[in-house]
Structure formats: structure tokens, C-alpha cells
């Protein structure tokens, strides 16, 4: 057997696991689900399983492949015995990665799409024939009312203020002139809110947008106005393009094959050196302008506390398989990462900071995301699977750089997508080489094309095939996966090869009781737990 390449360094494994593991699970899929299932409770589930289950699985995975130095199929007979029924869980995990990838490599072809539309500009104006019919439309027409409702409210004049109190529902009794003032000027906020509650906001929609059509600047105005309704269609119009989709799905799988059968992963791991830090200090950048240009903060409220209406239990599930998706676990892809890691590195030390990255990353995603949502007052169309499409390029193009802001922010969240497609095909890869004996570059081009037709369905269906493959997948697969390996790193696997990696200077020894102890009996309790509630709900 030859001796394995090791990680040169410890920061290098740290960000080969941290790539993997931050991808579209963080940018794209956290905070669309976290939207769709209202916020507030489901973020704290997460969190929870994050921290309950995510953590001593990460640390579980790593370990093993330390300890063996091989990947899922060799850990799981080193540590369980040859005949071990624990091996067929790096089928499940082949299995697992070939209908993951499928898909998200159409979403990581979105990105792809984004880039070329911030190279043509089409961020920074509406084009002069979608802009009539955006204006003409239901929903653009609704579009420039609000505004015009908005911005020109506190300019009425008294009688006018005094209807629109009479309409909103807040003038009661008869007040002296004075007190008028005072309660619209309090309500101003409101008011708009108040009105399209009342179904007046038609009416009054009507006259303050005269008003501003009369103005010098009204074609600029109108510009904005429809800013977000233009990239709400634009995206829309995009899923619609099947051509569109496939070639970007092919592009993709193209690069992740290259890269695979070319052995120039080690290059793309040194890479992250700079794209990791890039990428963080643009989220970072975003969260906080985000966070500033929401007065209101209503993103930050709507992430704490949310719309409880919006959570089943469902939701619960989609927390939990969300755990696992985000940290690239219960498929073994940890255990692969484990085996190339130096003597150096500390199993244990290193999960705590990989999982906190991959954390941070979500929420500050979410923080970046939903702050633009209110403020712009967009109206992401059902569930939302576009909010990271839809909502930042309104922000990014107000920046110096214009396109080239939109440009970078898309290219990054490309190259988050392929360091985790990277470690996703590796699964099928490794199996390949290992198992049925092929050379890697015959192993990459026969997995990469499997993969790419059982993503034409994905890229075709978007919305039926695509969100059923993804619930099974990630809520179901990678889930039983994950309790796959907490059973056997908890009950069969040999103990001390995994105990060894909690002797280590800042880690407590109860630390390792703790650890086994919901790998052993809380994780199969809490298993049994939340899918025997889906399935009672269910039925
Ligand atoms: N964690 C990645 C993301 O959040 C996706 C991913 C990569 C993955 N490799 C995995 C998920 C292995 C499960 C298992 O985008």
C-alpha cells in the first residue's frame, strides 16, 4: 500500500474540510429554507442539531479516517472487523453522492449564469422594451403605487392626510387639527401597510403616482421603482430557459470532472488560502451593509423570532437533514478528509472550528439576504429558491465597482460551490479506484457523466423532480447515514483510536463520556423521535 499524501499543515486540512463543507448549503439553501419554514424556531432547531448531532459526527468521521488513514470502506473494516455489515455504509454514501451531486451541480450552474449576466451589465439598468412591460403589468403597476404611496405620503395635503387616516382605519373620533398631525406623522410608517389592508391603497397609490409622474425625474424614479420586480422575472425567465440550464449543468460538470481526473485538487485546495478569506470578508461586508440598510431591522427580527405559521414538523426534519447537508456528513466524505490528515492535527479541535465556520457562514448569508427582502419590499415568489439570485445583486450594483462587485460576489459563491462538487464526486471516485480497481482519470470521466444525466431531469424539472430528489437526499439519506456512523463509532468501533483524539491540551476528559454518550443513546433516541413524528404527521 503506498503511504498516503498528508495535508501539508494544519490550516490546509482545516480549509480542504471548511470548502467542502461551505457551498450552496450555506449561500443558497440555509437562508431559502430558513425563509420557507418561517425563520426564528427553525433557525434554533438548526443550531441545535448543529452543535447536538453535527459536531460529534464531524469529529466522529475525522477521526476514523485519522485513525486508519484509509477511506469509508477500509475505516469501517480497520475499525470493525472485515466482515463488518458497517461497510455497506460507503455504498449508501456512493449512492448518496451521485444523486446529490446531480442537482447541485444545476444549482452551482445558476451561479454560472449570474457571472455572465454581471459581465453583460444586466444588473445596472432595465432594458428600455422590459422596462414598458414590467411598467404595463399587474405587479409593476402595484410596484409603482407603493413606492409613489411611500415616498410622497408625508407631502400631503391636510384634507388629504385626513382621508387617508379616515381610510387606514386609525381616525376615530373627530381630532383638532393639531392632533391630526401629530398621529399621522406617527403612523406615516404604517400607514401604506394599513391601506392595502383596507383595499385602499389602489385609490390612493393612483394619486401620489400621478403626482410623481409629473416630476422631471420620473424616468430615473420609475427605473428603481422596478428594480426588484425586474430581478424577481429575471430569474424566473432564467428557470424557464431549459437550454440555459443543461449547458450551465454541463459547464459544471465539466470543471469538476477536469479537476478531479487532471490530480489538480491539490492546486484548487491551495487556492482556498486566498478564496476562503475573500469570501468571508465579503460576507462579512454584506452582512453589515445589509444590517445597516435595514432601519427597520426587520431581516434580523424575522431571523430570531420569524412566522411560527410557517413551521410544521416538517420543519423539523428539514433541520435536521440541513445539519447534516451543510457539514458535508453522513456520507463519509469526512472520513476521506480524516485519512489525509497529519499527526499534527487534532480531530476534535479541528471539527470545532470547521463546524463553526460553516455556521457563521449561514447565518451571515441569511443576514446578508433577508434585509434586502424587506427593504426592497420583493415578494419572493413561492418558498423562494432564488433569494440569492433575487435580492443581493440589487445591493452589489450600488457599490463603485458596479458589475464587477456582482462579478466577484457570483464567482466566489461558484468556487464555494466546486470545492464542495470536488468533494462530492470524490466519494464516487475514491470508490472506483479502490473497489473496481479503475485509473482515476477513467474513474472521474464515467462518474462525472453518470452524474450529469441524472442531472438532466433536475435542470428540466426544477420545481417538481428537483425539490423531491433534494427532500430524499438530504432529509432522509444523508440523515440515516449520519446515524449509521454514530452507531458505529459509538458501539463498534474500537474505542480507543477515537478516544485518543480528546487527549489533547484545552480539551476537557468528560468531554469524551459526553461525546459517546449521544453518539450512543441520545442520537438514536432523537432519531426515532423526530422521523416517527414526520410519519405520524404524515399519515
Ligand atoms: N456541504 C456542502 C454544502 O453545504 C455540500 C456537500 C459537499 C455535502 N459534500 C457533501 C453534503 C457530502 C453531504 C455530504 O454545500
Known amino acids: 500500500m503506498s503511504k498516503r499524501e498528508h495535508w501539508s499543515g494544519r490550516i490546509l486540512f482545516i480549509l480542504a474540510a471548511a470548502g467542502s463543507a461551505i457551498g450552496l448549503g450555506n449561500l443558497w439553501k440555509f437562508p ?17 442539531f448543529i452543535i447536538l448531532l453535527g459536531l460529534p459526527i464531524m469529529i466522529s468521521e475525522i477521526a476514523m479516517g485519522k485513525a486508519t488513514g484509509t477511506g469509508p470502506a477500509g475505516a469501517f473494516r480497520a475499525l470493525g472487523g472485515q466482515k463488518t455489515p458497517f461497510r455497506f455504509v460507503g455504498y449508501l454514501g456512493v449512492a448518496t453522492a451521485l444523486l446529490l451531486l446531480s442537482y447541485y451541480s444545476v444549482v452551482a450552474g445558476w451561479s454560472l449564469e449570474y457571472t455572465a449576466k454581471a459581465i453583460g451589465g444586466e444588473f445596472e439598468s432595465i432594458p428600455p422594451a422590459k422596462l414598458e412591460q414590467l411598467a404595463q403589468s399587474e405587479a409593476g403597476i402595484q410596484a409603482l403605487q407603493t413606492k409613489a404611496l411611500k415616498q410622497e405620503i408625508a407631502f400631503a395635503t391636510d384634507s388629504q392626510k385626513e382621508e387617508i387616516l379616515r381610510d387606514s382605519g386609525l381616525l376615530q373620533a373627530n381630532l383638532r387639527d393639531d392632533e391630526m398631525q401629530i398621529l399621522f406623522r406617527n403612523s406615516a410608517e404604517k400607514i401604506p401597510a394599513l391601506l392595502l389592508e383596507k383595499g385602499k391603497a389602489d385609490e390612493w397609490g393612483t394619486i401620489f403616482l400621478n403626482k410623481v409622474q409629473s416630476s422631471e425625474d420620473f424616468v430615473a424614479w420609475r427605473q428603481e421603482a422596478l428594480k426588484p420586480l425586474h430581478s424577481d422575472t429575471m430569474f424566473a425567465d ?72 410557517r413551521f410544521s414538523a416538517k420543519s423539523i426534519v428539514e433541520a435536521l437533514g440541513h445539519a447534516f447537508f451543510s457539514l458535508s456528513l453522513g456520507m463519509g466524505v469526512m472520513i476521506t478528509y480524516g485519512s489525509y490528515m497529519g499527526r499534527g492535527n487534532h480531530a476534535v479541535k479541528d ?49 463603485p465597482g458596479k458589475s464587477l462587485f456582482v462579478f466577484i460576489f457570483y464567482i466566489l459563491v461558484f468556487i464555494a460551490a466546486i470545492t464542495s462538487a470536488i468533494s462530492l464526486i470524490e466519494v464516487v471516485v475514491t470508490y472506483l479506484i479502490d473497489e473496481k480497481k479503475m485509473k482515476r482519470y477513467h474513474a472521474a470521466l464515467s462518474a462525472g457523466i453518470f452524474i450529469y444525466l441524472l442531472g438532466i431531469p433536475s435542470a428540466l424539472w426544477i420545481s417538481g423532480f428537483f425539490t423531491r430528489l433534494d427532500f430524499l437526499v438530504s432529509n432522509i439519506l444523508l440523515p440515516f447515514g449520519g446515524l449509521l456512523i454514530a452507531i458505529f463509532a459509538g458501539w463498534v468501533a474500537e474505542q480507543k483510536a477515537i478516544e485518543n483524539e480528546f487527549h489533547a491540551k484545552g480539551i476537557p476528559a468528560w468531554t469524551f463520556a459526553v461525546y459517546r454518550f449521544v453518539l450512543r443513546i441520545i442520537t438514536p433516541v432523537l432519531f426515532a423521535a423526530v422521523f416517527g413524528h414526520l410519519l405520524l404527521s404524515a399519515g
Open 32 to 48: 431559502y429554507i430558513s425563509w420557507a419554514n418561517g425563520g426564528g424556531l427553525f433557525v434554533l432547531l438548526y443550531i441545535f
Open 238 to 309: 432564467f428557470l424557464s430557459d431549459k437550454t440555459k440550464l443543461i449547458t450551465w449543468h454541463s459547464v459544471i460538470m465539466l470543471i469538476t470532472i477536469l479537476i478531479v481526473a487532471g490530480g489538480i485538487k491539490g492546486g484548487i485546495e491551495n487556492a482556498m488560502k486566498i478564496f476562503m478569506p475573500l469570501l468571508f470578508i465579503i460576507i462579512i461586508f454584506l452582512t453589515i451593509n445589509s444590517l445597516l440598510l435595514d432601519k427597520e431591522q426587520e431581516g434580523l427580527r424575522f431571523l430570531l423570532w420569524g412566522d411560527p405559521s
Open 351 to 399: 471539527s470545532i472550528w470547521i463546524v463553526s465556520a460553516d455556521t457563521f457562514v449561514s447565518i451571515s448569508a441569511t443576514l446578508m439576504i433577508f434585509p434586502i427582502i424587506f427593504v426592497y419590499g420583493m415578494q419572493p415568489t413561492s418558498g423562494g429558491a432564488g433569494i440569492l439570485f433575487t435580492a443581493l445583486p440589487l445591493e452589489l450594483v450600488k457599490f
